[in-house]
């Protein structure tokens, strides 16, 4: 059985910077694409940022030029580097992986983050 698991959440004040690192456990075979998803108490959940398996990134406009994601395909990890960070960034965190092997997704528990002002 996979399982994503999450960590680095965090209470952080206004301006300052979090990582958040996700492994994948158990056989998730081939990864096709990487993401960290979160949200917001009452809201959607939104993308944030993905990365396929060649290494191609795409980030939601609100935290492009702040946030990095990466990790090592082969080895099922993904990482969100997290800067300048803000409150409305506070949302509970969620890694995402799909694999191409069994064409299914995976999600992670969630990890916290709240940026006080």
């Known amino acids: 059985q996979v399982q994503l698991v999450e960590s680095g959440g965090d209470l952080v004040q206004a301006g300052g910077s979090l990582r958040l690192s996700c492994a994948a456990s158990?056989?998730?075979?081939?990864?096709?694409?990487r993401a960290w998803y979160r949200q917001a108490p009452g809201k959607e959940r939104d993308l944030v940022a993905r990365?396929?398996?060649?290494?191609?990134?795409e980030y939601a406009d609100s935290v492009k030029g702040r946030f990095t994601i990466s990790g090592d395909n082969a080895k099922g990890t993904v990482y969100l580097q997290m800067n300048s960070l803000k409150p409305e960034d506070t949302a509970v965190y969620y890694c995402?992986?799909?694999?191409?092997?069994?064409?299914?997704?995976?999600w992670g528990q969630g990890t916290q983050v709240t940026v006080s002002s």
């Open positions: 158990g056989r998730i075979g081939s990864i096709h694409s």
């Open positions: 990365i396929s398996s060649g290494g191609s990134t």
């Open positions: 995402w992986m799909y694999s191409w092997s069994y064409g299914q997704s995976y």
